[in-house]
Nanobody
Framework: QVQLVESGGGLVQAGDSLRLSCAAS????????MGWLRQAPGKGREFVAA????????YYADSVKGRFTISRDNAKRTVYLQMNSLKSEDTAVYYC????WGAGSPDAREYDFWGQGTQVTVSS
């Protein structure tokens, strides 16, 4: 079992930056690929980024490539999402998720554990 708690969301203006954090508790954090997914009002859950459990390979949705950076600190059991040049279309609830032995899948169904989400609102 892995428990995930996100933080760092908020209300910002277009062009601003935010850094989301996801603190994990439980065993074997380093064995989990960690992902960030988001859900805007009236839309399905959308893959944003993932970082692998081995070699920390990173994966990004085309919509955030070059603006967002995912990273992890296994010693702190924390994964981060640095979001720069935010746009109004980035407004959503952002979820942290864990996929044991995962390959960085963009499919939300592959993730085994989820946080409660943190709201990010970007005003234009």
């Amino acid at each position: 079992q892995v428990q995930l708690v996100e933080s760092g969301g908020g209300l910002v203006q277009a062009g601003d930056s935010l850094r989301l954090s996801c603190a994990a508790s439980g065993r074997s954090f380093s064995n989990y690929t960690m992902g960030w997914l988001r859900q805007a009002p009236g839309k399905g859950r959308e893959f944003v980024a993932a970082i692998g459990w081995i070699n920390s390979n990173t994966y990004y949705a085309d919509s955030v490539k070059g603006r967002f950076t995912i990273s992890r600190d296994n010693a702190k059991r924390t994964v981060y999402l640095q979001m720069n040049s935010l746009k109004s279309e980035d407004t959503a609830v952002y979820y942290c998720a864990a996929d044991r032995w995962g390959a960085g899948s963009p499919d939300a169904r592959e993730y085994d554990f989820w946080g409660q989400g943190t709201q990010v609102t970007v005003s234009s």
